[in-house]
């Protein structure tokens, strides 16, 4: 039994058909890369996975529950947590009250305990000396670091990233990347991975899944996908240059 089974998804737009028949799975401790072209259907996947909006058809399972439009919270106390494209810290607080309201979510009592967690985890992820700032003023890179260790806070078995990587120069992302393989292989975490950066899918995928126009066009080892001459014709060709 695969940990995340997602089935025939589909959802529509006013008439345009964002998702269609999609089915994807992740297996416990195996992380999937997903890639296609600007409008493709990919957050709208991670919408319609994690209850943002019900899909017209599909199910979603999660450790062979079905979680078919269950509310994020629910999601996030089953070990399904996701980050989004767009940030969405508290602006007004700190690093460090937002990392530990997430750990509070887990019902970590008291606060000095939630407190202790969340500045280990900001250690952790590099993101001590932003602690005390207020969220809303810390440039792109480590709102999206923070983003990341609010997700990880609430201890997901399996975590689903939509562009982690987007506005960071190569430099900021390589300790992105080292986080997220060492939390595959010391914690087991599984993750669904949206990526328009090739050399971080290339890194970390066991598989990718390429999607094009709200349907699953290719999938298999990076490898396989990466060189399927329909992936290359429909996404790669206009964006390998710039995204590798
Ligand atoms: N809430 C919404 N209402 C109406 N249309 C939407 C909504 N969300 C997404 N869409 C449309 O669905 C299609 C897929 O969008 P989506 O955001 O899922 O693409 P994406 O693959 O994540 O693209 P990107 O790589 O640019 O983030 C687009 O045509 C988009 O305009
Ligand atoms: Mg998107």
């Known amino acids: 039994m695969s940990l995340l089974d997602i089935q025939g998804l589909g959802k529509s737009f006013r008439g345009l058909k964002a998702l269609h028949d999609v089915d994807i799975s992740v297996e416990e401790g195996e992380i999937v890369g997903i890639i296609g072209a600007n409008g493709a259907g990919k957050t709208t996947l991670f919408n319609c996975i994690t209850g943002a909006f019900p899909p017209d058809a599909g199910t979603v399972e999660l450790d062979g529950r079905d979680i078919t439009g269950a509310a994020m919270h629910t999601l996030a106390a089953s070990g399904m947590v996701r980050t989004f494209q767009l940030m969405r810290p508290f602006h007004s607080m700190t690093a460090w009250e937002n990392v530990t309201i997430a750990v509070q979510s887990r019902g970590v009592r008291p606060e000095r305990a939630a407190r202790r967690e969340a500045g280990e985890l900001i250690e952790r992820t590099g993101l001590t000396d932003w602690a005390a700032m207020v969220s809303g003023s810390l440039p792109t890179a480590v709102q999206k670091r923070l983003e990341l260790t609010r997700a990880l806070a609430m201890r997901p078995r399996i975590l689903l990233l939509d562009e982690v990587l987007a506005g960071l120069v190569p430099s900021e992302r390589a300790p992105v ?28 995928s066991d598989r990718v899944v390429m999607m094009d126009q709200g349907a699953v066009l290719a999938r298999g080892s990076v490898d396989e996908v990466l060189s399927d001459p329909r992936v290359v014709e429909a996404y790669l060709g206009k964006e390998y240059g710039n995204a590798a």
Do not use: K, Y
Not at 179 to 204: D, K, P, W
């Open 177 to 204: 990347l080292e986080l997220l393989g060492e939390l595959r292989t010391n914690e087991g975490m599984s993750m669904l991975f949206i990526e328009h950066i090739m050399a971080a899918v290339r890194q970390l």
